[in-house]
């Protein structure tokens, strides 16, 4: 059977600087003008690429691959690998540079929940808009209408407009109208990473029965465990090249073992976040440090043992005074499961008052009790309940095999380590 | 669509013609855009609906005590009110036609950046929303027309050709400026500076023989001027230069057509900068 996704050689180059317009005004580009042709003159027209040209970036380079009707295919990469751009060439956003991809099939593509949901319409109008968005005919999202409406549990809500919903309200109307769409190639980006968990399990539940129908599925997340859950196939991209093609669990471990783990290395108790890496555009640079001590109070620079006490020190800056501020901090697994996430809200005494300026918040975790491994620190701040700066990979926290229990054994099963009694009857 | 789309993505480069197939076929989609811009402007309004009748009325009753009653300038026939209200009617559908349009695809970030359909579709259906207003405020110009006891004639049988290059000359305007505005947000700024000087350079608040005969041709490269002289005397009835309606109509065509060729050669680079 013919492949249903061939790409050839494909690259994606772009301009750097060139995704803030509000710099790229008219005056720009005629001073700009200006300023090379006279500069050409000068050097007498022999200047090619020089150093005041724009600089360019390959987000995607040469890359080759085929897929089968059927195929259920993770991608993998960190943040800046490709990964966007490469479904936003596959769902025909934006053009390739150079090569080529050949689709066989309708194709639908998931880049966001919800895309073209207006605020202001009711959840019923928001159905049929963003169904016809999605491709659907209006006959089909009539019929499915029912459909739609029960899967997202929101029957009655669908006359109040969705700007009064909750996020997970709005996820739900949106994945809802998208799992109903009946494409042969569905391109899904990370949708999933919003919304409960429940939901998010209905969710990968609907797409595992929409890749057992014999359909094509491309499916990018950070939760590596849901890929391998999910796909048979996968691929890693490193720096705009794919530098992986396998089965998914394979895919995940060159990842784990290749990619992510050799990205930072872990060790410094402090991480400046300010300058973090990989920042998506949405978020304000405002956190600024990450301090990482163990229980005694001294900074935690290697390893440290199952069930040992931590203190997290978050700074950041309010750039407005906020009594309603919140700080983040998670701990990843390196495939992307978040194993305990702490938030200064679930504080009780909470009771600090309108602050603005240099802040740090502390967090006295004690006991933490992970099995012993590699986990990625995330750290994000929220102010009245938005996130404004998040910072994925923030530093590296490794938990060493040790005798948690006292018997001589070092547990790594799972993902915790509890008390336990047992008792022969 | 079929099951068996083969669809082939690579580098596009230099001009190309607009997809008409794709259009027709995703045509359920535009009248989805248009019904929700239209919905949008209801729901978010106290006024709603009359702000399409407000807006011509108000300017119609300034113009008529400044420039008829104070300045003096007289009409070639029908009532100052009824002649510059018919003339506003379908300026202020082109002038909100074509700044509504300018913004759309930067106001529709999210719809450029993260599905596909045809582009073109975001500033026309911006422009489709307004048909309603227009057809509202023809529907207000007939009423005054009863009221002051003005005659239909048979040239009504015209307005939908001035109404036609009305639509041909903002959508081509439209899909220029934005396009621009993705990559020079100047637009922006420019657009309601010269739609206010536009109010002036057509026949709106004059009549036509204010103009020397030697400029006349002069002002059939500005589309609207043939298109309010033609559409105020179908439907007020008087004799018409067809000549300037012409060579108006000619300069309609000529901006739908290089609009559409110049937004397709810009979309590219849309979902890029935007």
Redesign the interface.
């Known amino acids: 059977m013919a492949p249903v996704i061939e790409a050839h050689h494909l690259s994606k180059k772009?301009q750097l600087g060139?995704?803030r317009?509000?710099e790229?005004?008219?005056?720009d580009?005629l001073m700009h003008g200006l300023r090379t042709s006279l500069q050409t003159l000068r050097r007498g027209a022999s200047a090619g690429q020089n150093s005041s040209g724009p600089r360019w970036m390959w987000a995607l380079r040469d890359v080759n691959f085929s897929f089968e009707p059927g195929d259920v295919v993770g991608i993998i990469g960190v943040n800046g690998a490709g990964k966007s751009t490469l479904l936003?060439?596959?769902?025909?956003?934006?053009?390739?540079?150079?090569?080529?991809?050949?689709?066989?099939?309708?194709?639908a593509?998931l880049?966001?929940v919800g895309?073209?949901f207006?605020p202001?319409?009711t959840g019923r109008?928001n159905i049929?808009?963003n169904g016809?968005?999605?491709?659907m005919?209006?006959a089909e999202v009539q019929s499915k209408f029912d459909e739609i409406v029960a899967f997202s549990e929101l029957e009655k809500f669908l006359d109040t407009?969705v700007k009064h919903y909750s996020s997970g309200m709005y996820v739900r109307l949106g994945f809802a109208v998208a799992a109903h769409l009946d494409p042969?190639i569905l391109i899904v980006d990370e949708v999933l990473a919003v919304g409960d968990m429940a939901f998010q399990k209905k969710c990968l539940g609907k797409m595992g029965e929409f890749g057992e129908s014999g359909r094509t599925i491309l499916f990018v997340s950070h939760n590596i465990t849901a890929v391998v859950n999910l796909c048979q196939r996968g691929i890693v991209l490193q720096q705009g090249q794919l530098t992986f093609q396998g089965d998914a669990k394979s895919a995940a471990d060159y990842y784990v073992g290749e990619v992510s783990g050799k990205e930072k290395k872990s060790g410094s108790h402090m991480a400046d976040l300010w300058n973090a890496r990989g920042r998506l555009p949405q978020y304000h640079p405002w956190l600024s440090k990450l301090e990482l001590y163990n229980g005694e109070g001294n900074p935690l620079e290697e390893e440290m043992a199952i069930g040992s006490s931590i203190r997290a020190h978050v700074h950041f800056r309010l750039q407005e005074s906020s009594a309603n501020f919140e700080a983040r901090v998670n701990f990843v697994d390196l495939y992307g499961q978040v194993i305990f996430a702490a938030r200064s809200n679930y504080e009780r005494d909470r009771n600090w008052g309108e602050r603005s300026g240099q802040q740090e918040i502390i967090c006295e975790i004690p006991n933490l009790p992970l099995t012993p491994g590699e986990y990625r620190v995330e750290a994000a701040l929220v102010i009245d309940e938005k996130c404004v700066d998040y910072v994925e990979d923030a530093c590296r926290l490794k938990i060493a095999g040790s005798d948690f229990y006292g018997t001589g054994k070092i547990p790594s099963l799972g993902f915790f380590v509890h008390k336990q009694s047992w008792q022969l009857k | 669509?079929k099951?068996?789309?083969?669809?082939?993505?690579?580098?596009?480069t230099g001009w190309q013609p607009i997809d008409l197939r794709e259009i027709y076929q995703s045509r359920?989609?535009f009248g989805?855009l248009v019904w929700?811009d239209i919905?949008?402007r209801y729901?978010?309004t106290i006024l709603g609906g009359l702000w399409a009748v407000f807006q011509p009325l108000t300017a119609m009753l300034v113009f008529t005590l400044f420039f008829n009653r104070l300045a003096g300038i007289q009409t070639d026939g029908p009532p100052y009110p009824l002649f510059a209200f018919s003339g506003l009617v379908l300026w202020t559908f082109f002038a909100n036609s074509v700044s509504l349009s300018s913004n759309s695809l930067v106001g529709n970030q999210?719809?450029?950046?993260?599905?596909?359909?045809p582009r073109v579709f975001i500033p026309l259906a911006s422009i489709g929303a307004l048909m309603l207003d227009l057809v509202i405020g023809i529907l207000l110009v007939f009423a005054m027309m009863i009221y002051y006891r003005w005659p239909v004639v048979p040239g009504a049988l015209l307005i939908p050709v001035y109404v036609l290059g009305t639509l041909l000359a903002a959508s081509g305007l439209g899909l220029i400026l934005s396009a621009l505005n993705?990559?020079?947000?100047?637009v922006k700024y420019a657009v309601p500076f010269f739609i206010q000087m536009g109010l002036f350079v057509s026949p709106v608040i004059y009549p036509l023989n204010y103009i020397p005969a030697r400029y006349k041709l002069l002002l059939g490269f500005n589309p609207m001027s043939g298109m309010i002289v033609g559409f105020r005397h179908s439907m007020l009835g008087g004799s018409t230069d067809w000549a300037l309606v012409m060579a108006s109509l000619a300069t309609s065509v000529f901006l739908f057509v290089s609009g559409l060729f110049i937004f397709r050669r810009m979309e590219?680079r849309f979902?890029?900068?935007?």
């Open positions: 772009y060139a995704s317009p509000r790229d005004s008219l005056r580009v936003k060439i596959l769902s025909r956003i934006t053009d390739p540079t150079e090569g080529y991809v050949r689709l066989r099939g309708r194709v593509s880049l966001e895309t073209g207006h202001d319409l109008e049929f808009l016809v968005i999605l491709g005919t209006k407009p042969e | 669509m099951s068996s789309a083969e669809l082939l993505l690579r580098p596009h359920e989609l989805f929700r919905k949008i729901k978010q999210g719809l450029v950046s993260k599905i596909y359909f993705v990559s020079f947000r100047d590219r979902a890029d900068i935007i």
